[in-house]
C-alpha cells in the first residue's frame, strides 16, 4: 500500500512538473515582438494603410485589373449593335440604258400600221434612260447580332487577364507588407530621435550647471577663467548636439507623417514604455536561417505575383499559338434599306451569316510572335529563381543584423551603468577637490555617448525585427 501511494505520489509531481515546463514554455516563446509593438504603432500601421497615397494607386491599379477580367469575360457572350445610315449623292457615274433606241422603231411601225388603216397612232417616243449610280438619298439601317462559335483566343485572353490580376493583388499585398514595415521603421526612427533630443537636453543640464558652478567658483578665487571657458565650450558643443538632434527629429517626423498622408507637422504618441531590454525578446521561437528562408518563399506576395506572372507569360504564348487556328462566327442582320424610313413593301430584310476567317500565311509573323513571347516567359522564370536567392539571402541578412542588435544591447547597457558610475565616481572626487575639472567633463561626456548609444542600439533592434518580420513574411 505504501508503494502504491508513493507511486501515485510520484505520477502527481511527474504531472505537476509537466504542467509547469508547458507554462514555462509558453511564457518563453511567447511572441515578444507583440510587446514591442506598442497600441500607437498598431493604430498608426492602420491608418497609414487606410489613408497612404502609394497605397492608393496600387489599389486603383488592382481595380483596373478587375474591369479588364470583366471585359475579357464578356467576349464569350454575344454582341449586339445599331448600325444606321442615312446618305444625300449626287454626280458620279450615269447606267445608260437605251430603251428609247430599242423601242422607237417597234412602235413607229406600229403606228404606220394603224395609220394606214385609219386608226390612231398610241404608241409614244420614248426617251433613253439614264440611271444614276448614287442613289440620291438612301438609308441602311440595321440590327446586327454577332456571336463567337469557334475563337480560341477569347478563352486564352480570359485566363491571361485572370493571371494578371492575381499579380497585381499579390503585389498590391506586397506593397501593403511593405509599407507597413516603413511605417514602423519611421516610428522608431522618431522615437529614437525623440529620445535622442531628451537626452542631450539632460546633458544640456548638466554642463550649464557645471558652468554656473564655475563661475561662481571664480569669483571666489577658487578657479581660474580657463575652467570656466572650458565649461562654456563643452556647453555649446551639447548645444549643437542638440539642435542636430531636433532637426533629425522633426525630419523623422515628417516622413513617419508624409506615409500616413497626414500634414507633416502633426504630433506623434509615444508609446507607454522605452524600448524594452534585450531580455525582453525571446528568440527561441525562431527557427534556422534556412527553415525561415524556406517559410518566407511560401509567404511572401513578391513570389506570388511573379508565379502569376509566369502562367500569364505562358497564356500569351497560347493566345499567339490560337491565332493560326480559323475562327467561326454567326451573324444575324435584321433591317431596312431605301430613299425613306419605313417597313411597307419591301423595305424589311433580314440576312443570317456563319462566318468563317483562317490566316493562311502571314509571312511568319505568327511565329516570330511566339517566339517573343516563349522569351518574355524565360525571363520571368530567371527572374522567379533570382527572387528566390534575394529572399533567402534577405532573410540570412535580417536574422544576422537582429543577432548582432540584441548582442549590442547587452554591451550598450553596460557600457551606459560604467560610464553613469564612472561620472559618479569623478564628481564626487572633482567637489572634494581631489580631481580636476578636464577629467570631469570628459566623464560627462563619456556618459553622454553611452546614453545616446544605448538608444540608437535599443530603437536598432527593434528595426532590425521589423524587418525580419517583413522578410520572412510574417
Same mark, same amino acid.
Given at each position: 500500500m505504501m508503494k502504491r501511494q508513493c507511486s501515485c505520489a510520484g505520477n502527481g509531481r511527474?504531472?505537476?512538473?509537466?504542467?509547469?515546463?508547458?507554462?514555462?514554455?509558453?511564457?518563453l516563446f511567447r511572441p515578444a515582438p507583440a510587446r514591442a509593438q506598442s497600441d500607437p504603432l498598431d493604430a498608426y500601421v492602420e491608418a497609414g494603410l487606410a489613408g497612404n497615397l502609394a497605397l492608393q494607386q496600387r489599389s486603383l491599379d488592382l481595380e483596373k485589373s478587375l474591369r479588364a477580367l470583366d471585359e475579357a469575360r464578356g467576349?464569350?457572350?454575344?454582341?449586339?449593335?445599331?448600325? !444606321?445610315?442615312?446618305?444625300?449623292?449626287?454626280?458620279? #457615274?450615269?447606267?445608260? &440604258?437605251? =430603251?428609247?433606241?430599242?423601242?422607237?422603231?417597234?412602235?413607229?411601225?406600229?403606228?404606220?400600221?394603224?395609220a394606214s388603216q385609219g386608226q390612231p397612232a398610241p404608241f409614244p417616243t420614248i426617251e433613253n434612260v439614264e440611271i444614276p449610280f448614287l442613289r440620291e438619298r438612301e438609308q441602311d439601317t440595321r440590327v446586327r447580332l454577332l456571336q463567337p462559335l469557334y475563337q480560341p483566343a477569347i478563352r486564352h485572353n480570359y485566363r491571361l487577364q485572370g493571371h494578371l490580376m492575381a499579380a497585381e493583388e499579390a503585389g498590391l499585398e506586397a506593397f501593403r507588407r511593405q509599407l507597413a514595415r516603413d511605417i514602423k521603421v519611421a516610428y522608431y526612427d522618431y522615437l529614437k530621435a525623440q529620445r535622442a533630443v531628451d537626452i542631450l537636453a539632460s546633458a544640456r543640464g548638466v554642463v550649464a550647471e557645471?558652468?554656473?558652478?564655475?563661475?561662481?567658483?571664480?569669483?571666489?578665487?577658487? !578657479?581660474?577663467?580657463?575652467?570656466?571657458?572650458?565649461? #562654456?565650450?563643452?556647453? &555649446?558643443? =551639447?548645444e549643437q548636439q542638440q539642435a542636430d538632434a531636433v532637426r533629425q527629429r522633426d525630419l523623422a517626423r515628417s516622413y513617419f507623417n508624409f506615409l500616413l498622408n497626414r500634414p507633416l507637422d502633426t504630433a506623434i504618441d509615444a508609446p507607454a514604455e522605452d524600448a524594452p531590454p534585450a531580455a525582453t525578446f525571446q528568440l527561441?521561437?525562431?527557427?534556422?536561417?534556412?527553415?525561415?528562408?524556406?517559410?518566407a518563399l511560401a509567404r511572401r506576395h513578391e513570389v506570388k505575383q511573379l508565379d502569376a506572372a509566369v502562367l500569364a507569360s505562358g497564356t500569351a504564348v497560347d493566345i499567339q499559338k490560337s491565332n493560326a487556328?480559323?475562327?467561326?462566327?454567326?451573324?444575324?442582320?435584321?433591317?431596312?434599306?431605301?430613299?425613306?424610313?419605313?417597313?411597307?413593301?419591301?423595305?424589311?430584310?433580314?440576312?443570317?451569316?456563319?462566318?468563317?476567317?483562317?490566316?493562311?500565311f502571314d509571312g511568319f509573323q505568327e511565329r516570330a510572335r511566339?517566339?517573343?513571347?516563349?522569351?518574355?516567359?524565360?525571363?520571368?522564370?530567371?527572374?522567379?529563381?533570382?527572387?528566390?536567392?534575394?529572399?533567402?539571402?534577405?532573410?540570412?541578412?535580417?536574422?544576422?543584423?537582429?543577432?548582432?542588435a540584441r548582442s549590442s544591447l547587452v554591451t550598450a547597457e553596460e557600457r551606459l551603468r560604467a560610464a553613469r558610475e564612472g561620472y559618479r565616481r569623478v564628481a564626487r572626487k572633482y567637489e572634494e577637490g581631489m580631481d580636476n575639472q578636464v577629467t570631469l567633463l570628459d566623464a560627462r561626456d563619456v556618459w553622454t555617448r553611452a546614453e545616446l548609444n544605448l538608444n540608437i542600439t535599443r530603437y536598432d533592434v527593434l528595426i532590425r525585427l521589423a524587418e525580419l518580420e517583413f522578410a520572412a513574411g510574417g
Open positions: 511527474f504531472w505537476l512538473l509537466v504542467l509547469l515546463a508547458a507554462l514555462l514554455g509558453a511564457y467576349m464569350f457572350w454575344p454582341e449586339l449593335r445599331l448600325e !444606321a445610315r442615312y446618305s444625300r449623292a449626287g454626280g458620279g #457615274r450615269q447606267i445608260q &440604258f437605251p =430603251v428609247g433606241d430599242l423601242m422607237n422603231p417597234v412602235y413607229q411601225t406600229l403606228n404606220d400600221i394603224l557645471n558652468v554656473r558652478v564655475n563661475e561662481r567658483l571664480v569669483q571666489y578665487a577658487k !578657479a581660474t577663467d580657463e575652467a570656466v571657458m572650458r565649461a #562654456r565650450a563643452e556647453f &555649446f558643443e =551639447v527561441a521561437a525562431l527557427h534556422p536561417s534556412e527553415s525561415v528562408a524556406i517559410e487556328l480559323p475562327s467561326v462566327a454567326l451573324a444575324f442582320d435584321l433591317g431596312m434599306q431605301g430613299e425613306d424610313y419605313g417597313f411597307a413593301g419591301d423595305r424589311g430584310y433580314y440576312m443570317a451569316s456563319v462566318v468563317l476567317q483562317w490566316k493562311l511566339i517566339q517573343q513571347a516563349r522569351l518574355d516567359t524565360r525571363r520571368l522564370e530567371l527572374q522567379r529563381e533570382e527572387l528566390d536567392d534575394q529572399i533567402r539571402l534577405q532573410v540570412q541578412d535580417a536574422m544576422d543584423n537582429l543577432g548582432v
